[in-house]
């Protein structure tokens, strides 16, 4: 069994910065790639971010420059510095962790970012 846990989900306002984190837990073996995607109301689950184990990253261009995604290989987690954050950002964000056991989701968590 394997867990992913979100966390650092919020309220800020437009231009602030939020910092999501993703820990899995579990009988891991081996995780490949980490990402994290987001789902606005009405829209289908998009990627955001993600990152392969050897640290090699893309990005939604609607966040080039703004997010950046890392990951602690030691610690099984994930983190999302969101920076310059605006309105259009607002989505519940879900975490996915791909390893070779499958892929696996969080549960996701909520970041609403006012006007």
């Known amino acids: 069994q394997v867990q992913v846990v979100e966390s650092g989900g919020g309220l800020v306002q437009s231009g602030g910065s939020l910092r999501l984190s993703c820990a899995a837990s579990?009988?891991?073996?081996?995780?490949?790639?980490m990402g994290w995607y987001r789902q606005a109301p009405g829209k289908q689950r998009e990627l955001v971010a993600r990152?392969?184990?050897?640290?090699?990253?893309n990005y939604a261009d609607s966040v080039k420059g703004r997010f950046t995604i890392s990951r602690d290989n030691a610690k099984n987690t994930a983190y999302l510095q969101m920076n310059s954050l605006k309105f259009e950002d607002t989505a519940v964000y879900y975490c996915?962790?791909?390893?070779?056991?499958?892929?696996?989701w969080g549960q996701g968590t909520q970041v609403t970012v006012s006007l």
């Open positions: 996915m962790v791909a390893c070779t056991r499958g892929i696996f």
């Open positions: 579990g009988t891991i073996f081996n995780i490949n790639t």
């Open positions: 990152i392969g184990s050897g640290g090699l990253t």
